[in-house]
Structure formats: structure tokens, C-alpha cells
């Protein structure tokens, strides 16, 4: 794990509880995150990790617990109010619009994060900047040739490559992706991956990635959290908790799993 100068968590949670009737889907979680950090947050399916980031993003009230952004509390607040704070979230396809351009799409993502319209007033200049800043984003992901195609034609994976060019719009200060490579063919993920990868090297950005594929977590993590039932059960050096009897037990299912080399994913 990283060593922090900045020993202020960037984001955090207190006790984070949501139950649906008699379930509890996270229980009582509390941990902090900091800049400068990558953390994976393991489980196996059911284990209230897209939960966990659903409340953490404000897609879901908890019905107890605290988040706090920069010692703020901002557990009641909207998606938006969140969103303008800097936490940043790949929706799972949500939040993008199918018969937009895919550039018309990132374009939206520019122009909210500066907070302003386009309109008739709006000098020509800033209508340029804003749509080269979206391109800078679509190149980062390798979706510039297809700019000007709708969103509904694209593939499920180059849709999730969209999801993070509108997060890098977005500029977020938390970004929180959930399983970012599902869906995309083997030539497509070291795209994402390598942007992930220089993401972290910003030492003012922190990373949440929600992620079932360990060569990945191996890779990327600075730290790892594992969540089982609705509980965090592990939180520590990815070595030490991958290795841990509960883990391999709870998670990984064989000590073959954790044993076994992890496929190198180069970083450029």
C-alpha cells in the first residue's frame, strides 16, 4: 500500500448501511480513502459492492451512516451535487443518450462540468474549446473514428469505452468505476486499463474499481477491500489480503486461484 503525506481521507464512510426489508445489502461499513490511491473492492455476486457504490454516488439513500467527501458530509445529497463535488461514476451504460453522436455525448459531459449552456449568446470560441476537449477525451479511449456515430450502434464495449470518456469530462477529483472492462474484447481492455493505470499515477485523484478479474486487481491495486454479504471483511495490501484463508475461503473459492500466475497487463 502506498505511503499518504496527506493523511485526510478524500472520501469516506462511516457505517454505511441500506437495508431492503429484513436484507441487508451493506452492513455497517465504514473506510476511508485517500489521494494517490487505487483501491479494488473484491466479493463475490451479491456481495453489495455496486450497492456499496450506489450509495457512495448517491443512486441510493442508506438507511444509516455517514459519507464524507473532504470531511464534508454529503450523505443526503443528490447524484448532481455529488457529481459537481467531484465524485465521478461510469454509470453501466445509464447515463448516456443512444441517438445522440457519440461526440455529442462527451460534448454534454464538457459542457456540465463547466457548468454553462450553449446558446445563440455563447461565443463561437467556447463552442470550439468545448468540442476539443471532448475529442482529447474520445482519443484517450480510442473512440475518435467513431465520433460521429449514434450511440445505439456502437458495441457493448466500445459503450463502456464512452462511459469513460464521459468520466474523464466529468473531471472528477473520486473516480469510482464499477467493472469497467466487462463487455469488452481482449484487444479492447488495455485501453481502459492503461488509462486506469495513468489515472492513478495523479496523486490528487482517487480510484475505487469494483472488479471480478484478478490478473486485473493484481495489476492496478494499491490496496484491496473485499466485501461478503453486505460486510467488509478484508481491507489491506493486495498480497496479504489475496492471500488471506477467509478470502480464498469466501471469494476465490481454490487456493489454486490465488496461487496460480497472474497475466501481466502492460501499462505502455
Given amino acids: ?23 441487508v445489502a451493506v ?12 483501491t479494488c473492492i473484491v466479493g463475490p455476486n451479491g456481495a453489495g459492492k455496486t450497492t456499496y457504490f450506489n450509495l457512495i454516488s448517491g443512486q441510493l439513500p442508506p438507511t444509516a ?7 464534508e458530509d454529503v450523505t443526503r445529497m443528490p447524484v448532481s451535487a455529488k457529481t459537481r463535488r467531484g465524485i465521478g461514476r461510469a454509470f453501466q451504460l445509464t447515463s448516456l443518450f443512444p441517438n445522440l453522436p457519440v461526440l455529442e455525448n462527451v460534448r ?9 449552456g450553449l446558446d445563440l ?19 484517450r479511449v480510442a473512440l475518435t473514428d467513431k465520433r460521429n456515430q449514434p450511440v445505439a450502434s456502437l458495441s457493448h464495449g466500445d459503450q463502456r469505452k464512452l462511459e469513460v470518456a464521459i468520466l474523464l469530462a466529468l473531471k472528477p477529483r473520486i473516480f469510482m468505476f464499477d467493472e469497467p472492462t466487462a463487455g469488452m474484447s481482449v484487444d479492447e481492455v488495455p485501453v481502459i486499463l492503461d488509462l486506469i493505470h495513468e489515472i492513478k499515477q495523479d496523486t490528487s485523484k482517487t480510484v475505487l474499481l469494483v472488479e471480478h478479474k484478478m490478473d486485473v486487481v493484481r495489476s492496478l491495486a494499491d490496496r484491496i477491500i473485499v466485501l461478503h454479504n453486505g460486510t467488509l471483511m478484508a481491507d489491506g495490501d493486495p498480497a496479504e489480503v489475496i492471500a488471506s484463508p477467509i478470502v480464498q475461503q469466501a471469494y476465490l473459492g481454490t487456493a489454486e486461484v490465488v496461487t496460480e500466475a497472474a497475466p501481466e497487463v502492460a501499462h505502455g
Fill in 65 to 71: 451512516g455517514q459519507i464524507l467527501l473532504n470531511g
Fill in 121 to 139: 449568446f455563447s461565443v463561437w470560441s467556447s463552442h470550439r474549446a468545448i468540442r476539443e476537449e471532448a475529442l482529447a477525451c474520445l482519443e
Fill in 108 to 116: 454534454l459531459a464538457v459542457q456540465a462540468h463547466q457548468h454553462r
Fill in 27 to 38: 452492513n455497517a461499513v465504514s473506510c476511508a480513502f485517500r489521494p494517490g490511491e487505487l
Fill in 1 to 23: 500500500m502506498r505511503a499518504h503525506a496527506n493523511p485526510t481521507p478524500a472520501l469516506e464512510t462511516r457505517g454505511l448501511t441500506i437495508r431492503f426489508g429484513g436484507h
